[in-house]
């Protein structure tokens, strides 16, 4: 009791100390801003600085305390990329950034006579340098954004192999029936695009306990291309590898261009205002408004990643539009919608659904018109258990198992032309045997060396004399 009584009053005491430390030093800042207010305008300062390493570009954001103008220039040998940001303040931040395993060797920065602050990029190889201004959003405020660029690569889309003409990946997705295969085990590989969400500057959701999406969902993509890379007939692909932020176009053009990808699949853990939503979710584009306010605003959510993660204005997302493009873009939708729901039967066993059906909104990531694409929800990260088991490994690999199940059923019963399992198809509804005149079940058993209790069963049969001429039977596998 004495302790708690001694406590409060120390605590008191604190708050009135603290209480006239405020006061006075909200004074002295209000005598400063009087007398310098007058002379110059406020310096800006870099309160932070992120660095985010992609495969072919490293990107440095500034947080800034307000907008500030710049010009930006590079110099060689050694490499380095100048920016002089005029009226800004050095701060700590620009000592303290955490650079590593990216083409940056540091970073400096000086006051410079003239009042500007100048940052120096040290590099250790000659880079492409783009820079933009981002206006306030979500979580951040002004941000000066740096992009480092491999010399002669495009964003996201950069090192793409040029295939030669006879490889069957490199043609478009609807020109692809015409090509010819021919016997079981041949074919191409089905390439399924994993798409994690969010990355970089963009963090996703965040759950109650910190827990950002980004990373869960990246855990997520990695583990369904573990279960999809031992599938024999299917190459998965990372559309992000590590914590950067990409472009929601340039992950739709990366699965096409640079993968040629038969589906795209996007993955995602959103929060909701109402914590106790919950359960998983799988969505296919809409181009007729929501199936649901969830999906609604979900929708919204997700499309707000290029502000968020930052994308220059003049890379806004432009969609064709032309009668081709409805007519693709109605027949991949059709197949979104089937393998969408095939994924989230498959979830349903594993995890608590939000919905039976599956859901349609108009997500900017999903509208390719040529692959079919869907953006799943493992769970909402907002809801403390489940983002408690969204965290865990035993349950990540129960989703990605299912989310897999769901994909390779899909592509079972409908594999794109040309591929190993179409062969595998055709080579499977090609067992099927019209009975002829005269002929026995135990014949056809021995023809095709399946056991006659077997068939029976496989074609729900209970007497061997219950068939007739013409009839078809299925026949099972030896
Ligand atoms: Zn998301």
């Given at each position: 009791?004495?302790l708690?009584k001694?406590l409060?009053?120390s605590v008191k005491?604190q708050l009135?100390?603290s209480?006239?430390g405020?006061?006075?030093?909200?004074?002295s800042l209000?005598?400063a801003?009087?007398i310098?207010a007058?002379l110059?305008p406020a310096a800006?300062?870099?309160s932070?600085v992120?660095?985010w390493?992609a495969?072919?570009?490293?990107r440095?954001?500034?947080?800034?305390?307000g907008?500030?103008?710049?010009?930006l220039?590079t110099?060689?040998?050694p490499?380095r990329?100048v920016?002089d940001?005029?009226?800004?303040?050095?701060?700590r931040?620009?000592?303290?950034?955490?650079?590593?395993?990216?083409p940056l060797v540091?970073?400096r920065?000086a006051a410079?006579?003239?009042g500007d602050?100048?940052?120096v990029?040290?590099l250790?190889?000659?880079?492409n340098?783009?820079?933009?201004?981002l206006?306030?959003?979500?979580?951040?405020?002004?941000?000066?954004?740096?992009?480092?660029?491999?010399v002669?690569?495009k964003?996201?889309t950069?090192?793409r192999?040029?295939?030669?003409?006879a490889?069957?990946?490199s043609?478009?997705?609807?020109?692809s029936?015409a090509?010819?295969y021919s016997?079981m085990g041949?074919?191409?590989?089905?390439v399924?695009a994993?798409?994690?969400?969010?990355?970089?500057?963009?963090?996703?959701?965040?759950g109650?306990?910190g827990?950002r999406?980004?990373?869960?969902?990246?855990?997520?993509?990695?583990r369904?291309y573990?279960v999809?890379?031992v599938?024999?007939g299917?190459?998965p692909v990372?559309?992000?590898?590590?914590?950067?932020?990409?472009?929601?176009?340039?992950?739709?053009?990366m699965?096409?261009?640079?993968?040629?990808?038969?589906l795209f699949?996007?993955?995602?853990a959103?929060?909701?205002d109402?914590h106790?939503?919950?359960?998983a979710?799988?969505f296919?584009?809409s181009r007729?408004g929501?199936?649901?306010?969830?999906?609604?605003?979900?929708?919204?959510?997700?499309?707000?990643?290029?502000?968020i993660g930052?994308v220059?204005?003049?890379?806004?997302d432009?969609?064709?539009?032309?009668v081709i493009y409805?007519l693709?873009?109605?027949?991949?939708?059709?197949?979104s919608?089937k393998v969408?729901?095939?994924?989230l039967r498959?979830?349903g066993?594993v995890?608590?659904?939000?919905?039976k059906q599956?859901?349609?909104?108009?997500?900017?990531v999903?509208k390719?018109p040529?692959?079919?694409?869907?953006l799943?929800?493992t769970?909402f990260?907002s809801n403390?258990?489940?983002?408690r088991?969204?965290k865990?490994?035993?349950?990540?690999?129960k989703?990605?198992?299912?989310?897999?199940r769901?994909?390779i059923?899909?592509?079972d019963?409908?594999?794109?032309?040309?591929?190993?399992?179409?062969a595998r198809k055709?080579q499977r509804d090609?067992?099927?045997h019209r009975?002829a005149?005269?002929?026995?079940?135990s014949?056809?058993?021995?023809?095709?060396?399946v056991?006659l209790?077997a068939?029976?069963?496989?074609n729900?049969?209970?007497?061997?004399d219950?068939?007739r001429e013409?009839?078809?039977?299925?026949?099972?596998?030896?």
């Amino acid at each position: 009791m004495r302790l708690g009584k001694a406590l409060k009053k120390s605590v008191k005491m604190q708050l009135q100390t603290s209480w006239i430390g405020a006061t006075l030093a909200r004074l002295s800042l209000l005598l400063a801003a009087l007398i310098v207010a007058p002379l110059l305008p406020a310096a800006e300062q870099i309160s932070s600085v992120r660095v985010w390493n992609a495969p072919d570009n490293t990107r440095v954001v500034f947080d800034l305390t307000g907008p500030v103008t710049h010009q930006l220039f590079t110099l060689n040998a050694p490499d380095r990329v100048v920016i002089d940001i005029p009226n800004a303040e050095k701060t700590r931040a620009l000592d303290l950034v955490d650079f590593k395993g990216g083409p940056l060797v540091n970073v400096r920065s000086a006051a410079q006579a003239n009042g500007d602050l100048r940052v120096v990029l040290d590099l250790d190889r000659r880079l492409n340098p783009k820079s933009f201004l981002l206006k306030p959003s979500d979580q951040y405020g002004h941000r000066l954004v740096i992009d480092l660029e491999q010399v002669g690569a495009k964003a996201g889309t950069a090192a793409r192999p040029q295939a030669p003409a006879a490889a069957p990946v490199s043609q478009p997705k609807s020109y692809s029936t015409a090509k010819s295969y021919s016997t079981m085990g041949s074919g191409r590989d089905i390439v399924v695009a994993i798409d994690a969400g969010h990355g970089g500057e963009d963090p996703g959701a965040i759950g109650p306990s910190g827990t950002r999406e980004k990373d869960i969902v990246l855990q997520i993509s990695r583990r369904i291309y573990n279960v999809l890379k031992v599938e024999q007939g299917i190459k998965p692909v990372l559309i992000r590898t590590g914590d950067y932020f990409v472009p929601l176009a340039t992950r739709r053009e990366m699965a096409r261009r640079k993968y040629n990808a038969d589906l795209f699949v996007s993955v995602h853990a959103d929060a909701f205002d109402n914590h106790r939503a919950r359960g998983a979710s799988v969505f296919a584009l809409s181009r007729r408004g929501a199936t649901s306010t969830l999906a609604r605003v979900l929708a919204e959510k997700e499309n707000q990643s290029d502000a968020i993660g930052g994308v220059q204005i003049n890379n806004a997302d432009e969609m064709v539009t032309s009668v081709i493009y409805d007519l693709a873009m109605e027949g991949s939708m059709e197949h979104s919608i089937k393998v969408g729901s095939m994924v989230l039967r498959e979830m349903g066993g594993v995890t608590h659904l939000h919905k039976k059906q599956l859901e349609q909104a108009g997500f900017a990531v999903l509208k390719s018109p040529d692959i079919p694409s869907i953006l799943v929800e493992t769970g909402f990260i907002s809801n403390p258990t489940e983002e408690r088991n969204l965290k865990s490994q035993d349950h990540q690999v129960k989703l990605s198992r299912a989310i897999g199940r769901g994909i390779i059923a899909y592509f079972d019963q409908h594999p794109p032309p040309g591929t190993y399992f179409a062969a595998r198809k055709q080579q499977r509804d090609a067992q099927q045997h019209r009975i002829a005149r005269g002929e026995t079940l135990s014949e056809i058993a021995q023809r095709y060396r399946v056991d006659l209790a077997a068939l029976m069963q496989y074609n729900q049969l209970t007497t061997t004399d219950l068939i007739r001429e013409g009839q078809v039977l299925r026949i099972p596998h030896s």
